[in-house]
């Protein structure tokens, strides 16, 4: 054991690279399993958050990336391309960089949070905002995959989920087993297909004794596994998970009914709320769309379809400082004192 060598060098027997794939990493994976308390207290579970924020580009796309930009490397591709709601193209123009390649990315038009944005942006991306909704950024993506010299690196690339499977095994290393279920906000629907992929390849092989049920949870506005009919104009403030018509629609229906779970809608509001909990009571700042496996969690318990007791795991996907629109909304403005101490004790109802 020494430090932290990234998902492929950690994991390479159980993933599709040789000895001639060149490994590009910023090191991403090994985040923390985190208690949490507040939650855990509400709900009469036993919570832990997989904190994904806390990956190298801020996000659970650095796990899957890593892997689609080395097999890209090692296919000789000399750029790439994705359609993002904002993650995933932060997380492709810096494992781009490490590669030396040129990235495209394609983002809904002023549907992105800022910072993301910035990510690409810095990283050297070439970057076109397109009049449509992510679902029309991909649908674009694909085409130009097909008949340019540019390989796709949305998780419709299968190397993606095998990368982003890594988080299973982590949870599992971690708790020693998978837990009773495990708690996913759901866009694109990639990422829970690739958590119940590792899970399975865990129980297959004996390292844990069972399987979770998997919980995933869209936003309201838009929940098209939940309605079972794409959303034409999908709609929430969760901005990463704004899809109307996920590539892996059949891949996270087969992973609910496999595995025994659900896959249920939260409001933005339910979302806005798990967000403000996990920030103020947990002392965790995640972008909205993270709070979406928390709210879900809060809901499926109180309608229960969740019982009471169980040990669960909510992976909360993305970073709070992508995005800090929401963080800053209905904040009380700053205060300014002069420098004197007795007016700044004033203030802060100290004297
Ligand atoms: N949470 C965050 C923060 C995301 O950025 C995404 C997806 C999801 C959850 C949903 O994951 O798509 O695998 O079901 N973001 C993609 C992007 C669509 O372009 O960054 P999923």
């Known amino acids: 054991p020494g430090s932290w060598r990234g998902v492929i060098e950690e994991y390479r027997e159980r993933l599709p690279v040789t000895a001639d794939t060149p490994v590009v990493t910023l090191l991403e994976g090994g985040t923390p399993l985190l208690p949490a308390p507040r939650v855990s207290a ?79 942006l810095v990283h050297g991306a070439k970057l076109l905002q397109v009049d449509g909704n992510f679902d029309d950024c991909l649908e674009l993506a694909r085409k130009l995959a097909v008949d340019y010299p540019v390989a796709l690196v949305n998780s419709v690339n299968p190397f993606r989920l095998d990368g982003q499977k890594t988080a299973a095994f982590e949870v599992v290393d971690t708790l020693g087993d998978a837990p ?56 929430t403030i969760a901005t990463a998970i704004r899809i109307g018509n996920p590539a892996s629609w059949q891949l996270a229906e087969r992973a609910r009914d496999q595995s025994r779970g659900l896959i249920d809608a939260v409001t933005d509001r339910e979302i806005l709320a798990a967000y403000r909990l996990l920030a103020r009571e947990e002392g965790v700042f995640v972008e ?57 004790a004033i203030e802060l109802g100290l004297a």
């Open 288 to 344: 909205l769309a993270s709070a979406a496996s928390v709210a879900g969690l809060l809901r499926s318990v109180s309608s229960g379809a969740i019982e009471r007791g169980l040990r669960v795991v909510c992976t909360v996907t993305g970073n709070g400082l992508k995005d800090t629109d929401w963080a800053l909304s209905g904040a009380p403005a700053p205060i300014t004192v002069p420098v004197d101490a007795h007016s700044a």
């Open 42 to 120: 509400l709900t009469g579970c036993e919570v832990f958050l997989k904190v994904e924020g806390l990956n190298p580009t801020g996000s659970f796309k650095d796990r899957g990336m890593t892997m689609a930009i080395s097999k890209a490397a090692e296919a000789g591709a000399k750029a790439v391309i994705c359609a993002s709601t904002g993650n995933t193209s932060a997380s492709a123009a810096a494992y781009a960089v490490r590669a030396g390649m040129m990235c495209a990315v394609l983002v809904p038009q002023g549907k992105i949070a800022l910072g993301k944005l910035a990510q690409a």
């Open 180 to 235: 009773d279920v495990h708690c996913l906000p759901v866009g694109n629907a990639g990422n829970i297909s690739a958590y119940w992929m590792g899970y399975q390849e865990y129980a297959a092989d004996g390292v844990a004794a069972r399987t979770p049920r998997m919980a995933g949870f869209q936003a309201s506005g838009a929940a098209p596994i939940v309605r079972g009919e794409p959303v034409p104009k999908p709609s």
